[in-house]
């Protein structure tokens, strides 16, 4: 890696880890209403139960670690922004969670039985090493799952807002360069990337996750207040751009309305895999 490649890395790190710093307390609010759903498919996936030893990597507000203990597992959760560490913490007292690195875990190799990543993959500067770092503290047959985002061909609310951009604003601003947001959204990349970094039986599945937002106003919190790199796009365009943007999207969200609500699709992949039970296997 070159000192430019490092610096951008170090410069898109920086900007995750700010923004959730501001926008932990309302993430449960909105997208983590979206989020709390993958829960249970997530922890079926890698078959935690009783006495399963679970790592939950960037656990933001501790959902996924709060159901592997409500299953009777020893879970613990990592996030690298403290608020959000604050925030599980605050939401469930009684299990662990510190700050920690997806991509350098500080923990022994084989040290759990699962390791779980509820759409963190999104926000690291280098998904494939923390791919790599779950298969390095896994038991062998241990098992792997992570969950993002299902593309905007499939996904109401990205093509929503992503479309109002691209016809009314401008996606090429001033951010640092950073993964593509989309990548994982192709099962065929996922198992790929899960076959590199060592694992075994991959397999890949939609979640059908969806939003019911309760108003037009609360489609425009859920931007700005629980996410970043969406919201960083468009806090960069000219007032008169966001204002059109704005408009665009109202006008859009409209064939969402329905019962005083709006009914919106927000699809997720779920990709799981297993570490081998020994080199040969």
């Not at 037009?216 to 859920?222: G, H, T």
């Not at 409209?254 to 081998?276: C, M, N």
Request: hydrophobic residues 45%; glycine residues 6%; negative net charge.
């Amino acid at each position: 890696m070159t000192q430019r490649e490092a610096a951008d890395e170090s410069s898109f790190r920086l900007l995750e880890r700010q923004g959730w710093k501001a926008k932990a307390h309302d993430y449960d609010a909105f997208t983590g209403q979206v989020t709390v759903g993958a829960v249970g498919p997530l922890l079926d996936a890698v078959g935690v139960g009783a006495a399963s030893s679970v790592l939950d990597v960037a656990c933001g507000p501790g959902y996924v670690a709060a159901g592997a203990a409500a299953r009777g597992a020893h879970a613990i959760g990592i996030d690298f922004a403290a608020a959000m560490i604050a925030e599980a913490l605050r939401r469930y007292p009684k299990i662990e969670f510190r700050e920690g690195d997806a991509e350098n875990l500080a923990f022994d190799a084989e040290s759990f039985d699962a390791v779980v990543c509820a759409f963190g993959l999104l926000h690291l500067a280098d998904p494939d090493r923390a791919i790599a770092e779950a298969h390095r503290v896994l038991r062998p047959d241990g098992r792997f799952a992570f969950t993002v985002w299902s593309g905007p061909d499939r996904h109401d609310f990205f093509a929503l807002v992503l479309n109002a951009i691209q016809t009314h604003g401008n996606m090429q601003v001033a951010l640092p360069p950073a993964p593509p947001i989309f990548r994982f959204s192709d099962p065929a990349e996922c198992r790929v990337a899960l076959t590199r970094a060592g694992f075994v039986d991959p397999s890949v599945v939609e979640l059908g996750l969806r939003w019911r937002a309760p108003s037009f106003e609360a489609i425009l919190d859920c931007i700005y207040r629980s996410t970043v790199r969406t919201a960083m796009v468009l806090e960069r365009q000219t007032p008169e751009a966001l204002d059109r943007i704005h408009r665009a999207i109202r006008e859009n969200a409209e064939r969402f309305a329905h019962a005083g609500a709006y009914d919106i699709a927000w699809p997720a992949v779920l990709a799981s895999a297993r570490k081998p039970a020994s080199p040969a296997t």
